[in-house]
């Protein structure tokens, strides 16, 4: 089956404000996340929360050279990478499927294959 | 992708018999003319059996598949003449393109260790009791509208998959009916970019680009259960309401190709229809393409000139296609129920309308109205409502009409469409308001229309400058936007 990663994309300043409870209630509807793509027959594989994109460092590069370290993450947006998750499912319509059930308030899911052996050809 | 055109665009055709030759000529002729069928008929058919033995569970390496069938059919190029036809083209073409594909994947590093299996699979394929892959010759299933047999054998599905896998959402939009028109109509590169005014370059990354896609992110081979596959059909819907846009919409002078799209596109729509039956949309669609198929010996004159509906012949109307159309019609309501018509079956109800009218004078423009206005709540593009604008002139007088387009026409998506002057220009010429009426066609030239869509309103502009006097009636005109379907 392959392997796809599913990228939480967020607004961070709606993440900051959230008190004690709403953090708690949002564990819990990942937990309830996590269930659910087992009772369907995936399995995540990985994943994790991230911290703010304020602790983000970004190494940049050119013409194959590291060039420099800049302060905070690669792309500068409203909505940013919060956490991901590595899930093995059937196929991409089961992928998105889950995508659709991932706790977001508001934000996006991009979901992306991971690169397996087929994809090197 | 060299070469991807040598069967579709004619090749096969044009092998000309010298007067007086045998039967060997003969024979040879018969075959080709049977290959080109094969071509329109069993393209789709053949990739999507391939595609499922090459892509493993999902499926998915179109590109190999493709090669593969076109492989198929040049080999079939070579045979058929020379050794006669086969009884069961399809399964004659599935069985040589899938050991093409075989040999393909056998030579391919990458796909090495799915050998084993594919092995099974084929030797499974090929002992199969309705011959390889089930691809069942009889041909009648995908032909014009005929439903019979093809449940049995599986392979309507597999077709059906196919589309949904090159209509899938993920893909972008352009690429769904690019890739839908390749590789299920089997349209080659260089036609699917005539279709579309790209060039074939430009043509050709688009559909690396989407097949790409479907390998690389697992787009699945698959048809969804029931909940999916309803989710996922207005997508599909879409694209061949596209295709056949782009076919009945003359944006080049090429009139031939236009045609061509619009054909694959009403082929497209017959075997939706039975692959999914019973869907109203559906039965909409397909209704509502054979309706506009049923007119097109009308909608232009000898020289390519749009007439417009007005002005129509209404015995150049291909009569069986109407009656087939008002069928498909009277199928989707009954499927329809009680829910709210979609906006497939309603344009197909505006067809209707104009099918059923006797002639331009008898048409009941109060049901137009109507059904522009259940369009516009269900689908409400600067198009359709310009469309239903027009359906108020003709339904409640020029002057009304007016007001309406005027209401419509500050939609910023508007300003570099021509219809929108031409339908002005129709109504102030109802109003006896030749000046203006002249000024807004010249308006509309301004905004650079098709060749063949030029040339109609240089023909309605030089007909205002005939000495007539100004119709007093206000009646219902042809206002070239609210022909319902004609575009």
């Known amino acids: 089956m392959p392997e796809y990663v599913f990228l939480l994309l967020g607004d961070e300043a709606q993440d900051e404000a959230l008190s004690p409870q709403e953090w708690e209630e949002a564990f819990a509807a990942h937990g309830a996340f996590s269930e659910e793509v087992a009772r369907r027959g995936a399995e995540i594989t990985g994943g994790q929360a991230l911290m703010p994109t304020s602790t983000a460092t970004t190494v940049r590069f050119e013409g194959g050279e590291a060039v420099g370290v800049t302060d905070g993450p690669f792309v500068e947006l409203k909505e940013a990478l919060g956490g991901f998750y590595v899930i093995r499912c059937r196929d991409l319509d089961q992928a998105l499927e889950l995508a659709r059930l991932v706790p977001m308030g508001s934000g996006g899911v991009e979901v992306r294959p991971v690169m397996g052996e087929d994809h090197r050809g | ?487």
């Open chain 2, 1 to 487: 992708m060299a070469g991807s055109g040598a069967v579709g665009s004619g090749a096969v055709g044009s092998g000309a018999v010298a007067p007086g030759a045998g039967d060997d000529a003969r024979r040879a002729q018969a075959a080709r003319a049977l290959l080109v069928a094969a071509h329109r008929e069993h393209w789709g058919t053949v990739l999507a059996a391939v595609a499922r033995t090459v892509g493993g569970p999902l499926g998915g390496d179109l590109g190999i598949a493709e090669e593969a069938t076109q492989d198929a059919f040049v080999q079939a190029l070579e045979a058929w003449p020379r050794d006669g036809a086969p009884e069961r083209p399809a399964a004659w073409l599935t069985t040589v393109a899938r050991r093409r594909a075989l040999d393909r994947v056998r030579r391919d590093a990458v796909l090495r260790r799915r050998l084993p299996l594919l092995a099974v699979e084929a030797d499974r394929a090929a002992h199969a009791p309705h011959g390889p892959g089930g691809a069942d010759g009889s041909g009648g299933a995908y032909g014009s509208g005929g439903a019979a047999g093809a449940a049995d054998d599986g392979v309507p599905d597999e077709r059906l998959a196919l589309v949904l896998a090159c209509c899938h959402p993920a893909l972008a939009p352009e690429g769904r009916v690019a890739l839908t028109l390749r590789m299920v109509c089997g349209l080659s590169t260089a036609e699917v970019a005539r279709a579309f005014l790209v060039s074939e370059p430009t043509m050709a990354a688009r559909l690396t680009r989407a097949k790409r896609k479907v390998a690389a992110a697992g787009v699945p081979l698959r048809v969804p259960p029931p909940p999916e596959l309803a989710a996922r059909l207005p997508t599909v819907l879409d694209v061949v309401h596209l295709a056949a846009t782009a076919g009945h919409t003359a944006s080049t002078g090429d009139a031939l190709r236009r045609d061509d799209l619009a054909a694959r596109a009403l082929d497209l729509a017959r075997v939706l229809a039975v692959l999914v039956p019973r869907d109203p949309e559906v039965l909409g669609l397909l209704a509502l393409l054979v309706l506009t198929e049923a007119r097109a010996p009308a909608r232009t004159d000898a020289q390519g000139v749009p007439v417009p509906l007005e002005q129509q012949d209404r015995a150049l109307w291909d009569a069986g296609l109407t009656a087939e159309g008002l069928r498909h019609l009277g199928t989707a309501r009954r499927a329809l129920g009680r829910r709210r018509p979609g906006r497939h079956l309603l344009q197909a109800e505006v067809a209707a309308v104009h099918a059923r009218a006797a002639s331009y004078a008898a048409t009941d423009w109060q049901r137009l109205l109507l059904l522009h206005d259940a369009l516009c709540a269900t689908w409400p593009s600067p198009v359709v409502r310009l469309a239903r604008a027009a359906a108020v002139g003709l339904a409640r007088g020029p002057e009304q009409g007016l007001a309406a387009l005027d209401a419509v026409a500050g939609d910023e998506r508007l300003r570099s469409y021509p219809y929108l002057p031409a339908a002005r220009g129709e109504m102030l010429r109802r109003l006896g308001r030749r000046e203006e009426a002249a000024a807004e066609l010249r308006r509309a030239l301004a905004l650079q229309p098709s060749a063949a869509e030029r040339r109609g309103l240089e023909r309605r502009l030089a007909a205002l400058g005939a000495p007539e006097a100004p119709r007093r009636d206000g009646g219902p005109g042809g206002s070239g936007v609210s022909g319902g379907g004609e575009r």
